[in-house]
């Protein structure tokens, strides 16, 4: 309900479901009429992690602090973006959503660049960053680096099964262009991408993840992995009995 200039929900409510439709109106409306300059860290806010820092954003941004601040500040004034302490974040978290689905492509694919621009340059990452860094990659065109930086991430994270699912997935959305990069890199990356989705019990699509694997393996994979993809395959192959008896 909208009561004294205010908008009154349950936020728990709103996870479970569709946003309402006043309500997502009435905040794709209040976007729509910022000012460019308060659109610009509104859609950085939604293509960053859950909450920023004022340097990291003036620093993305090529901006000072000092106009970085008062931006915020005028945001925050709106209540679109809120700051308990240092960090600043979503005021509600379905406003990412609502950024990015009212967002030009080529406009969020420039935030993207200078993201992983900056995070490019930076000596160490969080895990949570680096997550970031691969999701920005896979989100532009004709990116290579998805590829190398997948394989980086899934050789580091190698028991994560929250970091290989989401590794994999982007990888098997884009498997047929990067097979011209590297196909033995595709089927190293989908052949962890299913046995993390068989250990959530995702059966299903793990199967159909790893017929690619096995057809894409038949040719220009080295030994060990053949091997393990043969292995792999017995072991679907026995589930898949057991289903039909």
Same mark, same amino acid.
């Given at each position: 309900?909208?009561?004294?200039?205010?908008?009154?929900?349950?936020?728990?409510?709103?996870?479970?479901?569709?946003?309402?439709?006043?309500? /997502?109106?009435?905040?794709?409306?209040?976007?729509?009429?910022?000012?460019?300059? !308060?659109?610009?860290?509104?859609?950085?806010? @939604?293509?960053?992690?859950?909450?920023?820092? !004022?340097?990291?954003? @003036?620093?993305?941004?090529?901006?000072?602090?000092?106009?970085?601040?008062?931006?915020?500040?005028?945001?925050?004034?709106?209540?679109?973006?809120?700051?308990?302490?240092?960090?600043?974040?979503?005021?509600?978290?379905?406003? /990412?959503?609502?950024?990015?689905?009212?967002?030009?492509?080529?406009?969020?694919?420039?935030?993207?660049?200078?993201?992983?621009?900056?995070?490019?340059?930076?000596?160490?990452?969080?895990?949570?960053?680096?997550?970031?860094?691969?999701?920005?990659?896979?989100?532009?065109?004709?990116?290579?680096?998805?590829?190398?930086?997948?394989?980086?991430?899934?050789?580091?994270?190698?028991?994560?099964?929250?970091?290989?699912?989401?590794?994999?997935?982007?990888?098997?959305?884009?498997?047929?262009?990067?097979?011209?990069?590297?196909?033995?890199?595709?089927?190293?990356?989908?052949?962890?991408?299913?046995?993390?989705?068989?250990?959530?019990?995702?059966?299903?699509?793990?199967?159909?993840?790893?017929?690619?694997?096995?057809?894409?393996?038949?040719?220009?994979?080295?030994?060990?992995?053949?091997?393990?993809?043969?292995? /792999?395959?017995?072991?679907?192959?026995? /589930?898949?009995?057991?289903? @039909?008896?």
């Amino acid at each position: 309900s909208y009561k004294n200039l205010r908008w009154h929900f349950q936020m728990q409510e709103l996870e479970k479901e569709e946003l309402p439709p006043k309500i /997502r109106k009435y905040f794709e409306r209040k976007f729509k009429l910022l000012e460019p300059e !308060l659109q610009e860290i509104m859609r950085f806010a @939604a293509l960053w992690k859950k909450s920023f820092l !004022l340097k990291e954003t @003036a620093e993305v941004l090529s901006y000072s602090l000092i106009k970085v601040s008062a931006r915020i500040d005028r945001l925050k004034n709106l209540n679109l973006l809120v700051q308990p302490a240092k960090s600043v974040s979503f005021h509600y978290p379905f406003l /990412r959503n609502i950024v990015c689905q009212n967002s030009e492509k080529n406009e969020l694919n420039g935030f993207r660049r200078k993201i992983i621009s900056y995070l490019e340059k930076r000596k160490e990452l969080l895990p949570e960053e680096e997550m970031l860094l691969f999701s920005h990659y896979a989100n532009l065109p004709k990116n290579k680096k998805m590829l190398s930086f997948g394989k980086a991430l899934q050789m580091k994270f190698k028991k994560d099964i929250e970091k290989i699912i989401a590794t994999g997935k982007e990888i098997f959305k884009h498997r047929k262009e990067l097979e011209k990069i590297g196909s033995e890199d595709v089927v190293f990356l989908l052949n962890n991408y299913a046995w993390a989705l068989d250990r959530i019990a995702d059966y299903e699509l793990a199967l159909s993840v790893f017929r690619e694997v096995w057809e894409l393996g038949k040719s220009g994979v080295n030994q060990n992995l053949k091997n393990e993809i043969f292995v /792999r395959n017995l072991y679907f192959l026995n /589930r898949e009995s057991k289903f @039909a008896e």
